[in-house]
């Protein structure tokens, strides 16, 4: 069993490989039956156009590539899709088996509340670097196990999910390896016991992503999207990158135990200069203010990517970072209270943000930001439990409601909610799943998020109290966590009735575009998609009565009468006018809501224009005086040559009076000095 | 006992030279596989090296040969393999056979294959001899172990390289060539008054010994001027800014061969020497030394990033980020660290694989669209070539530092030696040096990112590739029609001479399309490159070969990735994922000889 971590990450990752170098191999065996024939070649092309399998198995195979007809095409496509499907669900199905075995040995400790137990792992040698070495070590200790079980259960549903989702789309088996890439890397981050080995499948989540939000890379949206998504986040790892640095130096060791037992000696300086570090690569991660701005767009990608690496399980890496090295966190107060200010701000603006988009997916992005709020003001707020259950819970009803958006996605060809609604009837299974999403999200009983947001507004207001937080932070964080309870009622009941009530509003689109979804489908969505749907609802259903169930009455009256309060203003607007937006309640405020407080113009002016100005500059100058200065030497030294030429000049008689002046000097000289 | 393995790994290729020089008739037609057999037995000689070699003793040198050269001078033949030279020594003989490789497995009619025999511009056994010539003295650089057999090693690099960029280059070739030799040039002469600084202080050439004496017998002032002279030299080579303007002209204009060579090798000795010689040989100097090269460093490293941001041409764009993953390098040299001198050999070999990739992409994408201009090259390479914009997302993605590739660890060292650099350097300007290296990733990772957007994603903008241009793809790779006879002009002229690329495509010689055969009509896809690259006549050029195309569309077919061009890539991505998963392989051979060298600062 000590090797089980190990096994869960290897095996995604090379089903990773095997998927982009395997999954197209048939065309080898079969391309070789040459037939000329322009047309089918023709239909053929789009096809091949789309494949982004590096070093795929057709690369020598050219000869007969093009000859193929439309049949033989489709064929040879349904194949590969089929291989590569089985090389990505089979050994993500294996991961949750192991991850599962890892939970259920220590009986899934971590939130239950009981002792913790030995970690389980073990280390695979180390790397010298000639200062602090790098330990190869993998482990499961209460924590990473849970957090194990949760990445494995959303990446294999999303895997299920996705040979329904993008069953004709040519680059599916690259995906699926990405996907399957993904899976490794953030269980390398789950399950590491060093780290900087964490850090590696941190940044290789991050790849992922980039991959994955570009997967439509001929709308240059999506690209634009892409990079975004990778450069935001890549700024806070930097600071994570240095925040590591401090810590590992400070403790001698990179390993998590060893830091973490070492804590206790270090200077107050050190931690909070560690920690603070740690936050940027945690608020680039999580989405956290001020690094959000990149989850909005990043739903550019498919949904399914959405609903695995933007939702459940890669954005809730940095709240898993601060729970992992919470001790140190924990005595780091100014840390703490920034992360409470950051926690606060975030969760009501994007709140707030998310009840005047008009995307769908875009509602549940800011629903995302406002939710990993949410978790870190319960880190904020000192109980890390509460957060890793709501990061829990949230994964598997965030997984669930987007995946349901996916469907009705799906269905109506387009992320527009002015061009959805009355859909209740035609997608009744989407519907009952994406309700119990909806009740979770805005924590209604007996749903899983009632449980969890419970469990942390209660530790936000026993931080009122007294604890790590200054009591400043403290009201902010608690006053902001009640209005966005509020304000999640709304934004969520709002969606719910714009998709599945009132009257319908969809216009069948004329041709796919590419890097959308392919439009219109008479049935609700194949299988694939709609198991893995009916699966998720049950956590995000049930989730909350694992471990027993603790509630203060009081703060889970005051929740939901909030929440539904939020939803009956919603209902109020709409019931007076289904057709309009009832977003018109915010008045003057939608606008701004809506263009999410111009952080992103403001980013671009402050930022992203200047940088791109300053490389001009560079360039300019690297022209003009850096090699300016080396093309002006050369000058100098030709022009300097041709003021000596003027003496060169083939003249004797010149050359004769420069001799005899010469011996005249030197005969002076001599009598002179001599 | 061993020493012989040294010396072989010069005199083959050296011999190979020669016999060239010897009997040129013979070797004429076989010239092709004749410079893959040389190159391949040195790399063979390479592989017996890394196999034999002592990894117990990895801090001293092995394979060492000691024999008297110039008496008079005290000169002496001395040549040695220890951790640190080790996997340079693999990586030049590797990166050669790659090179020859790429010119030699290629069909021959392909764009870019220099040593088809018939054309008349392209000189093929003065290519194999240049090339050979080239690989004697890097591997020499890395193999001296005497300061002046080690300079004559350093000189004679430079002239194969600008005969390379002369004779092959592109269209401003005579101006980079000779901008790359004067430069270089210059900045070797300062470093041989510093080498000959040293030699007058110490009376001794051994740089094993000079190693073991940290310096002694100079005095602190000396020292400083002695690795001032000497860090010049090789920070010209490096290139360290504001001494890298040669590095871009030379890098635009060499054929993808001396391109790989340039980035992959040539400016690998630079970084090596402060290894070698500046740090271990003069502590003292290059303690005084270490804040300006790291501040130097880091503009580097931040200048290169900006600089990336605003090209427009690829191959420039490569060249300036290889002045900021130098930057990299010496940031790792300037802390004086054995974390931080670790990191930059790392990053030199990270750097010279993943560099080496990048120009053979980026020559392929030139060989391809006839150009490398971004905006012309429009855009959807992820499209029209999806395998070559997929190795090329790789490179570029390995390039920006990604952990999991060899890019990550030299960097993420050198920083770590930047947090924490040797007791005698100002700490609180090293961390500040740390944060602004910081940025510099980030901005690396903006440009590289930008460029695949540009470049790989989107829909194919360029006239004649668009979607339209399907079905001519398919056309292409049917085999060519027996019936029209006439011959297909310039097919190859053109992009083999160097200076024909758009105009002079009708001075080829003639291939008759029996000849461009029953094969997959290479003939013609590379006739159309040619043709998408000029934009009006050449179309004509092509003409015969695909005679079923119909009008209008007739400038697109662009080959993806071909067999021989996966020979030379393959190789060099199976590295980069492995010294990225695997770092181990490298550090512990570096480590141990790293501590040695840096006896002296502890």
Redesign the interface.
């Known amino acids: 069993m000590t090797n089980f971590p190990l096994l869960a990450v290897l095996l995604p990752f090379v089903a990773a490989f095997a998927g982009l170098l395997l999954s197209r191999r048939p065309y080898l065996l079969l391309g070789r039956r040459?037939r000329?024939g322009?047309a089918g070649?023709?239909a053929?092309?789009?096809a091949?156009?789309?494949?982004?399998?590096?070093?795929?198995g057709d690369?020598?195979g050219?000869?007969g590539?093009?000859?193929w007809t439309g049949g033989e095409a489709d064929e040879r496509r349904r194949r590969a899709h089929a291989r590569a499907a089985w090389i990505a669900v089979v050994p993500t199905a294996v991961s949750v088996v192991l991850a599962l075995w890892l939970a259920w040995a220590p009986g899934f400790a971590y939130i239950v509340g009981a002792a913790p137990s030995e970690p389980v792992g073990s280390t695979y040698?180390s790397?010298?670097?000639?200062?602090?070495p790098i330990s190869l070590t993998l482990q499961a200790d209460d924590l990473s196990a849970i957090l194990g079980v949760l990445v494995t259960l959303v990446a294999l549903a999303v895997q299920v999910y996705s040979v329904g989702y993008l069953h004709d789309d040519p680059r599916y088996p690259s995906y699926s390896a990405f996907v399957s890439l993904f899976t490794s890397a953030m269980l390398l981050v789950v399950y590491s016991g060093d780290l900087?080995v964490l850090?590696?499948?941190?940044?290789?989540m991050g790849?992922c992503s980039?991959l994955l939000i570009?997967h439509w890379?001929?709308?240059?949206g999506?690209?634009?999207a892409?990079?975004k998504a990778?450069?935001v986040t890549?700024?806070g790892d930097?600071?994570f990158?240095?925040g590591i640095?401090?810590l590992g130096?400070a403790a001698g060791s990179f390993r998590i135990a060893d830091v973490l037992a070492k804590v206790p000696e270090m200077s107050m300086g050190t931690l909070v200069a560690a920690t603070m570090l740690l936050l940027a690569g945690v608020a680039g991660k999580s989405a956290q203010v001020p690094l959000h701005t990149w989850l909005p767009d990043a739903m550019a990608g498919p949904t399914p990517i959405s609903a695995l690496i933007h939702a459940a399980t890669m954005v809730a890496a940095g709240i898993f970072i601060v729970a992992r090295l919470f001790p140190a966190f924990v005595v780091a107060r100014p840390t703490m209270d920034l992360l409470a200010v950051m926690a606060a701000l975030g969760m009501l603006g994007a709140a707030l943000a998310a009840l005047a988009q008009d995307d769908l997916k875009r509602v549940l992005a800011y629903s995302t930001i406002s939710q990993l709020a949410y978790m870190a003001g319960g880190l904020a707020a000192g109980s890390d439990r509460a957060a890793i259950f709501h990061l829990l819970t949230h994964g598997a009803f965030k997984a669930l409601l987007f995946l349901c958006a996916g469907v009705v996605i799906h269905y109506v060809g387009t992320n527009l909610m002015s061009r959805m609604g009355g859909l209740r009837r035609q997608l009744p299974v989407t519907f009952v799943a994406m309700t119990v999403g909806f009740a979770a999200l805005m924590g209604i009983p007996p749903a899983s998020g009632f449980f969890s947001k419970d469990a942390l507004l209660l530790a936000m207001d026993r931080a009122l109290a007294g604890g790590v937080l200054t009591d400043a932070a403290a009201l902010l964080l608690y006053g902001c966590a009640l209005a966005t309870v509020a304000v999640t009622g709304a934004y969520a009941a709002r969606a719910w009735l714009r998709t599945f009530f009132g009257p319908a509003r969809a216009v069948a689109l004329p041709e796919p575009e590419?890097g959308t979804a392919h439009v219109v489908d008479v049935r609700e969505a194949p299988r694939t998609m709609l198991l893995p749907v009916v699966l998720l609802a049950v956590p995000a259903l049930l989730l909350g009565f694992v471990g027993g169930v603790h509630l203060d009455l009081g703060v889970a009256a005051v929740s939901v009468v909030l929440a539904l309060l939020g939803a009956g203003v919603i209902y109020a607007f709409w019931r007076g006018d289904p057709v309009t937006d009832p977003a018109r309640v915010l008045g003057p405020l939608r606008v701004p809501c809506e263009r999410a407080f111009y952080v992103d113009d403001l980013y671009a002016a402050v930022f992203a224009r200047p940088?791109?100005a300053?490389?001009?500059l560079?360039?300019r100058t690297?022209d003009t005086v850096?090699?300016g200065a080396?093309r002006g030497s050369?000058r100098a030294a030709r022009g300097l040559s041709g003021v000596l030429r003027l003496a060169q000049n083939g003249n004797v008689q010149l050359y004769v009076s420069g001799v005899l002046a010469g011996v005249l000097l030197i005969a002076v000289g001599a009598v002179v000095f001599a | 006992m061993m020493g012989w393995l040294a010396v072989a790994l010069l005199t083959v290729p050296l011999l190979g030279a020669l016999l060239l020089v010897i009997a040129p008739n013979a070797l004429r037609p076989v010239l092709r596989g004749y410079g893959l057999a040389v190159s391949g037995a040195t790399l063979a000689l390479a592989v017996v090296l890394v196999a034999t070699f002592d990894y117990a003793r990895a801090a001293r040198p092995q394979f060492t040969v000691d024999r008297p050269w110039i008496p008079g001078l005290d000169l002496r033949f001395h040549l040695g393999v220890d951790g640190v030279s080790l996997p340079l020594i693999a990586l030049t003989a590797l990166l050669t056979f790659l090179c020859f490789a790429y010119l030699s497995w290629g069909d021959g009619r392909a764009p870019g294959q220099l040593l088809e025999p018939r054309a008349g511009e392209a000189r093929p056994r003065a290519l194999v001899f240049t090339l050979l010539v080239l690989e004697v003295g890097m591997i020499g650089t890395f193999l001296a172990l005497d300061l002046l057999l080690f300079f004559v090693f350093f000189e004679i690099v430079l002239i194969p390289m600008y005969f390379l960029i002369a004779i092959w280059g592109g269209k401003g070739r005579r101006a980079a060539a000779i901008?790359f030799i004067?430069?270089t040039l210059l900045g070797s002469v300062v470093m041989l008054l510093g080498l000959l600084l040293i030699w007058a202080q110490t009376g001794t050439l051994d740089i094993v010994a000079l190693g073991q004496a940290h310096g002694a017998g100079m005095s602190r002032a000396v020292q400083i001027i002695a690795f001032v002279a000497v860090g010049i030299g090789l920070a010209v080579k490096t290139p360290m800014?504001?001494l890298?303007?040669?590095l871009p002209d030379a890098h635009t204009e060499a054929p993808t061969v001396g391109s790989v060579l340039l980035a992959g090798v040539l400016l690998k000795m630079g970084t090596y020497g402060f290894a070698r010689i500046a740090i271990p040989i003069l502590p003292e100097g290059a303690v005084a030394a270490a804040p300006w090269l790291g501040a130097l460093a880091v503009v580097g490293i931040v200048?290169g990033a900006?600089?990336?941001?605003?090209?427009r041409d690829l191959k420039r764009m490569i060249a300036y980020s290889s002045v900021g993953h130098m930057g990299f390098v010496l940031l790792g040299f300037a802390t004086l660290?054995?974390?931080g001198?670790?990191?930059a050999l790392f990053a030199n070999i990270a750097h010279g694989l993943i560099t080496g990739l990048l120009f053979f992409l980026a020559g392929a994408i030139k060989e391809r669209y006839g150009t490398a201009d971004m905006p012309s090259l429009g855009?959807?390479m992820?499209?029209?070539l999806?395998?070559l914009?997929?190795?090329l997302t790789?490179a570029c993605?390995a390039s920006l530092g990604?952990?999991?590739l060899a890019g990550?660890w030299g960097e993420?060292?050198s920083?770590?030696?930047a947090?924490?650099p040797v007791e005698a350097l100002p700490r609180e300007l090293f961390l500040t040096f740390?944060?602004i290296g910081?940025?510099g990733?980030?901005?690396t990772?903006?440009y590289f990112?930008?460029m695949l957007?540009r470049v790989?994603?989107?829909?194919p903008g360029r006239a004649g590739v668009g979607?339209a241009a399907?079905?001519v793809?398919?056309?292409?790779?049917?085999?060519v029609m027996p019936e029209p006879p006439g011959p297909v002009e310039a097919v190859d002229g053109g992009p083999r001479a160097p200076e024909a690329l758009p105009g002079a495509v009708a001075e080829g010689t003639e291939v008759t399309t029996s000849e461009v055969g029953p094969g997959?009509g290479v003939g013609a896809a590379a006739g159309s490159v040619v043709g998408t690259g000029v934009g009006a006549a050449p179309a004509a050029a092509v003409g015969t070969g695909v005679g079923t195309v119909e009008p209008g569309v007739g400038a697109a077919g662009l080959?993806?990735?071909?067999?021989y061009e996966?020979v030379a890539w393959?190789p060099l991505?199976v590295l980069i994922l492995l010294f990225g998963l695997w770092?181990?392989l490298l550090?512990?051979l570096t480590?141990p000889a790293?501590?040695t060298l840096l006896g002296g600062l502890s």
């Open positions: 040459s000329p322009v070649a023709k053929d092309a789009p091949r156009s789309g494949d982004t399998s590096a070093a795929g690369v020598f050219t000869g590539d093009a000859s040698g790397i010298i670097t000639g200062g602090i900087l850090y590696v499948g941190w940044e290789i790849l980039y570009g890379w001929e709308d240059r999506n690209s634009r892409a990079v990778f450069l890549r700024l930097v600071g990158l240095f640095f401090v130096v590419p940088v791109l300053l490389a001009g560079v360039v690297d850096v090699d080396v050369g | 901008k004067l430069y800014w504001p890298h303007t040669w200048y900006l600089a990336c941001l605003a090209q660290t054995a974390v001198v670790n990191g855009g959807g992820l499209a029209t999806p395998h914009g997929a190795i790789f993605v990604m952990p999991g990550f993420m060292l920083l770590l030696g947090f924490q740390m944060v910081g940025l990733a980030v901005l990772a903006a990112l930008l957007s790989t994603h989107g829909l979607p399907y079905g793809e398919a056309v292409d790779e049917r085999p997959t080959r993806d990735v071909r067999g996966l393959v991505i770092p181990k550090l512990s480590t790293v501590q």
